[in-house]
Structures are given as C-alpha cells and as structure tokens.
C-alpha cells in the first residue's frame, strides 16, 4: 500500500511539471495573440477555481491534485460547525476546499509573502470567500518582528524562515515579511466553536504549533494536519510537545523522511464546541483512536 501511495504521487508530480511547461507557453502565444496576459480562472481537479499561475510549480500541483485527497476528504468529512485555520496557506487551495464545506463558518489563512498573500486574496474572491475568510498578511510564529524567508522562484510552496534554502543559489530570492505571534489570532477566530488546523511552514512548524498548544484556543483544536520533513523538523521534540499538550499523532500520510500527519486531542473535544455532536461518529476523533 505504501509504495502504491509512493508511486501514484509520483506520477502526479510528474504530471503536473509536464502539463506546467505546456500551459505556460500556450498562455504565453495567448497573450501575445489577444494582447492580454490575464488569463481566466481554472477549475482545479479538487473542485474549486483558481488564479492561473503556470510560472508557480506550487500552482500546477494544486491544479492538478498532487497533494492528494486526504486532507481533502478529511475536512469533507467534519458535518458541525467549525473554524479552519490555514497557516502558510500560500495561494489558499486548502482554504477553498474548507469552503465547500457548508458548516466551515469561517476561514483563517494566513500567508506572509506579499506576491502569494494577494494570490491567496484572490483566489478566496473567485470562489465567493471574502465574507467567510480573513487573508492574514504574516506567518505565525514566537514573536512579532519582521524576518527574511527564503523562495525559490518557480515554487511558492517551499518558502522558508529556516536555513535549508541558501540565498546563493540562482533561483532563491529573499523577501522581508511580517511575523505575529498567536495572540494576533484572537480577534479572527469566531468563539465557541471548534477549529481544524493545516500547518504548512516548511521546517517552522514545532514554533507553530507550540504557539497553538500553549493558546487560549488549545481546547477547541479537534485536529492539527501538519507536513512533516525529518531533515529540518526534530520529530521526537515534536512529539513532545503533542504529549504535554495532550495530543497525538493519529495518522501519517506517506512514508520516509517526507509525510504528513493528523495529530488529535486525546481526550473528546468538549461537546459545547461541538454543539452536541455525536462524537462517536466524527471521523477526526476515529482517527485518533486508530481506526483506519
């Protein structure tokens, strides 16, 4: 199962950095012919339309479904009101599938690069978002300082504030941006109701979620999807801290040094949070218990 997992990513990657180069040059030969270099926006395999952005090899993996259906299906599957909370959200995919969901009450992205932040702005408007979401313009972190992160150019989704991009290579830029630690969250997240959180900060994610852990918001998370690389993230530190705040990891996705991963409360999220859920069916909590 494991390499049958391995082996249909793959092949999705590889597709999409094919049909990428292919759809750059026919929108470059279109903007020539029309005069225009705007280009309309593209349903999405997940079902929802985006920005096109063929220059971006994070937008053809959204486009073309490379991350899979997992998380997808996981935040189909909540049928309570709820809170998403998208930290490094970059151009929103998964905060436009949250909002297929019709009880995700309210949307919290959070995306602080400024070229991707607008993408993400945007994107949440094609899809009729504005009034559900607020596009915050800074990473979470452990501070509230300005920091440099690190991009490649053709790959958003690999922006960093850690050390494993080197600003020498050609195709590393570095960009100021804006940090805020979690209290600049409080005024965004509706009270009283349950939040499912994606983590996406390529190496940040420990400050992340120590941040989370230790907030006020601690005993509404039902659930934390994280990407995890054991080449820049210590995963027994990680796991530390799930413990002492009373999660853990209740699912991984893939295998190797490279996957992601579910982590839930051990303990039920409080009913009230639930408004009365019947928590034996909810498949976050299923999960928790090791149900495949």
């Known amino acids: 199962m494991a390499r049958d997992f391995l082996v249909w990513r793959h092949l999705r990657v590889v597709r999409a950095r094919a049909m990428r180069h292919f759809h750059r040059l026919a929108a470059h030969a279109s903007a020539i012919l029309t005069d225009s270099p705007r280009q309309r926006a593209a349903r999405t395999v997940y079902g929802v339309p ?3 952005n063929w220059n971006d090899r994070t937008y053809a993996y959204c486009h073309y479904g490379t991350y899979g259906t997992y998380l997808a299906d996981l935040i189909h599957s909540i049928d309570r009101p709820f809170a998403f909370l998208d ?16 009880h995700c009450a309210k949307i919290v992205a959070l995306e602080p690069v400024p070229q991707t932040h607008a993408r993400l702005t945007r994107n949440l408007a094609l899809n009729g978002l504005k009034t559900r979401s607020a596009a915050l313009k800074f990473g979470l972190s452990d501070e509230n300082a300005v920091r440099t992160i690190a991009l490649r150019r053709a790959h958003s989704g ?10 020498e290579e050609a195709d590393v830029r570095l960009q100021r941006v804006w940090l805020r630690s979690v209290e600049a969250l409080d005024a965004h997240l509706p009270a009283g109701l349950p939040i499912f959180v ?4 390529e190496g940040h994610e420990i400050t992340v979620i ?7 918001h601690k005993d ?9 690389d054991e080449r820049w993230c210590d995963g027994a530190r990680l796991q530390g801290v799930f413990e002492e705040a009373g999660f ?4 991984t996705y893939g295998r190797g040094k490279h996957f992601d991963a579910l982590a839930t409360p051990l303990a039920p999220v409080s009913a009230h949070h639930w408004l009365n859920k019947d928590e ?5 909590l299923v999960a928790n218990a090791g149900v495949p």
């Open 220 to 228: 509404r998370i039902i659930g934390i999807f994280y990407e995890h």
């Open 280 to 284: 034996a069916s909810d498949p976050l």
């Open 87 to 102: 930290i490094g959200a970059n151009q929103g995919l998964f905060s436009l599938i949250a909002g297929q969901n019709p």
């Open 50 to 52: 985006m920005a096109p």
């Open 198 to 201: 994606k983590i996406d900060v």
């Open 210 to 216: 120590e941040q989370l852990l230790g907030s006020r």
């Open 248 to 251: 853990s990891t209740a699912r």
């Open 158 to 167: 690999v922006a960093t504030l850690e050390s494993h991009l080197r600003a």
